[in-house]
């Protein structure tokens, strides 16, 4: 997902303990917790638990007020196609390109196409 004007953002103090509070909740509401350890690890776990139904949690993306380019290959076994139209159906201000005979990788196999859909997406 690619965000047009994104700024980071750190959070401290009373803000911190808040966020912290919220995803501590939001673990234990899943029964999730992620690993710490190797990466691949860490993203299989993040790719399960996006794949267990929670709608509030998905509410929460609506409230992004910024152009999204959401993009995905047609036959990506672990973030399958339907999943990137609902996240684009829930923000308000995304487009969705699903690239044709590919799958996890297609940035790779579609890499021209992609950077042109990229550069035509944040206007350059």
Not at 64 to 83: E, Q, T
Not at 101 to 112: I, K, M, N, R, V
């Amino acid at each position: 997902m690619l965000r047009r004007g994104a700024a980071r953002v750190s959070v401290s103090g009373d803000a911190g303990k808040a966020k912290r509070k919220d995803r501590a909740s939001a673990m234990a509401k899943t029964g999730t917790r992620p690993r710490r350890g190797r990466p691949r690890e860490v993203q299989y776990d993040a790719v399960c638990t996006w794949g267990i139904p929670d709608h509030a949690l998905l509410q929460r993306v609506s409230a992004i007020d910024m152009p999204v380019f959401v993009a995905n290959g047609d036959s990506d076994p672990m973030i399958l196609p339907h999943y990137s139209y609902l996240l684009a159906g829930l923000i308000p201000q995304a487009q969705v390109k699903i690239y044709p005979d590919s799958a996890h990788g297609f940035l790779f196999q579609h890499h021209a196409e992609f950077a042109a859909d990229v550069e035509a997406f944040l206007g350059m």
